[in-house]
């Protein structure tokens, strides 16, 4: 159940979609694909109040209360939903070298040619509803566009850039 990404790359790497159910960049299938307004601006904000509310409540000694209940609906969700992970950040880690051209996924069927700007763009589902893609996966492949959301590439076993 692993996924190998190899060869022009400076640093071939061998993920483990088995534990990206705890990575926070992990987007449910649903939103995988709509359009998204400026996510860093959002996520500034939401820094910014954390840091506030750890500095207001370490100068007084408050802590505020942690409602378990919403952390068993997230336990809840994550059993259940559809995740995607994008892509980007691990082709960004292998170091593409200058000569790589295209990305070939290699499946149980047959090699499958895509153009690095397609896989960089992809997402790679993970979790459908809740479970890991034991029968055809380990991942399956869409298209940031979401051009081949009715078919993604399945039965995912290495990408190799070429």
Do not use: C
């Not at 992990?26 to 939401?46: G, H, N, V, W, Y």
């Amino acid at each position: 159940m692993i996924v190998q990404i190899k060869g022009k790359v400076k640093f071939p790497i061998t993920l483990d979609p088995s534990v990206w159910i705890f990575d926070d960049r992990k987007i449910l299938l649903d939103e995988a694909f709509e359009k998204r307004t400026i996510p860093e601006q959002k996520e500034d904000a939401q820094r910014t109040a954390e840091m506030f509310d750890l500095e207001v409540y370490s100068n007084t000694k408050i802590k505020p209360p942690v409602n378990k209940s919403i952390k068993r609906f997230d336990k809840e969700k994550v059993l259940s939903e559809s995740y995607v992970i994008p892509l980007e950040p691990f082709i960004a880690n292998v170091e593409l070298e200058p000569s790589a051209k295209k990305a070939r996924l290699v499946t149980n069927d047959a090699d499958i040619i895509i153009s690095l700007e397609q896989l960089i763009e992809s997402y790679a589902l993970f979790s459908y509803k809740g479970k890991p893609l034991v029968e055809d996966g380990p991942i399956h492949l869409y298209f940031g566009d979401g051009s081949n959301k009715a078919q993604p590439f399945k039965h995912i076993k290495q990408i190799i850039i070429e």
